[in-house]
């Protein structure tokens, strides 16, 4: 059974930073693409990162290029999000999920596993 848990959110200033972690468990992930997406109230899921777990492929969601970085440590099956220059806009719940190919990653309907999320919140 997939287990994705994440942890790491909290409320931080804007500017600031941030670390989330997605500890993943119940099966071998080296196939699989992870992905962080994040759901502010009123709107729809949004994608943040992808990673290809073998290879260490990586995508970008427009806002976050250049200040989020999405990561991975293979003997801990966690996967990480750092997040710099935090801004309001980047206030939301943060979720980590599971997909076991690479294609349109973009698309939250594609994914297979969901972690129930972390809250962010950015302060002004």
């Known amino acids: 059974q997939v287990q994705l848990v994440e942890s790491g959110g909290g409320l931080v200033q804007a500017g600031?930073?941030?670390?989330?972690?997605?500890?993943?468990?119940?099966r071998t992930f080296s196939s699989y693409?992870?992905?962080?997406?994040?759901?502010?109230?009123?709107?729809?899921?949004?994608f943040v990162?992808?990673?290809?777990?073998s290879g260490g492929i990586t995508y970008y969601g427009d806002s976050v290029k250049g200040r989020?970085?999405?990561?991975r440590d293979n003997a801990k099956n966690t996967v990480?999000?750092?997040?710099?220059?935090l801004?309001?806009?980047d206030t939301a719940v943060y979720y980590c999920a599971a997909v076991i190919s690479w294609g349109?990653?973009?698309d939250p309907s594609r994914y297979d596993y969901w972690g129930r999320g972390t809250q962010?919140?950015?302060s002004s």
Do not use: D, H
């Not at 693409?33 to 949004?46: D, H, I």
């Not at 989020?68 to 990561?71: E, G, H, L």
């Open 16 to 26: 600031g930073s941030l670390r989330l972690s997605c500890a993943a468990s119940g």
């Open 33 to 46: 693409t992870m992905g962080w997406f994040r759901q502010a109230p009123g709107k729809e899921r949004e």
């Open 49 to 53: 990162a992808a990673l290809r777990w």
């Open 68 to 71: 989020f970085t999405i990561s």
């Open 80 to 85: 990480y999000l750092r997040m710099n220059s």
């Open 87 to 89: 801004k309001p806009e």
């Open 104 to 106: 349109v990653v973009t």
């Open 120 to 122: 962010v919140t950015v």
